[in-house]
């Protein structure tokens, strides 16, 4: 079974950049749709960006609109969150997930981004 693993979380400071990486394991083609969602502390898990597998089509969430990049790299099979502009309300665990059709989706164990004022 195709697995998801994220990495590229950390500590920045408020208006810095980082970049999350979603490694799968198998062929991101296994997808229909990949995305990122985040979970703040006391917080309901929230989308933030998902992209279509196989036309590139990509969707954000108002809140993170002009700040945040989710691309794919189907070679490496990696789905990528490039994040700029952080601000402190960023600061959640980000998780990969993957959506295989109506009933299958994946999700990875999560990357922790700290955003400090």
């Known amino acids: 079974q195709v697995q998801l693993v994220e990495s590229g979380g950390g500590l920045v400071q408020a208006g810095g950049s980082l970049r999350l990486s979603c490694a799968a394991s198998?062929?991101?083609?296994?997808?229909?749709?990949m995305g990122w969602y985040r979970q703040a502390p006391g917080k309901q898990r929230e989308v933030v960006a998902l992209?279509?597998?196989?036309?590139?089509?990509?969707n954000y969430a108002d809140f993170v609109k002009g700040r945040f990049t989710i691309s794919r790299d189907d070679a490496k099979n990696l789905v990528l969150l490039q994040m700029n502009s952080l601000k402190a309300e960023d600061t959640a665990v980000y998780y990969c997930?993957?959506?295989?059709?109506?009933?299958?989706?994946?999700w990875g164990q999560g990357t922790q981004v700290t955003v400090s004022p």
């Open positions: 198998g062929s991101i083609s296994t997808f229909v749709t």
């Open positions: 997930h993957g959506k295989i059709n109506f009933v299958e989706t994946l």
């Open positions: 992209i279509m597998v196989r036309s590139g089509i990509a």
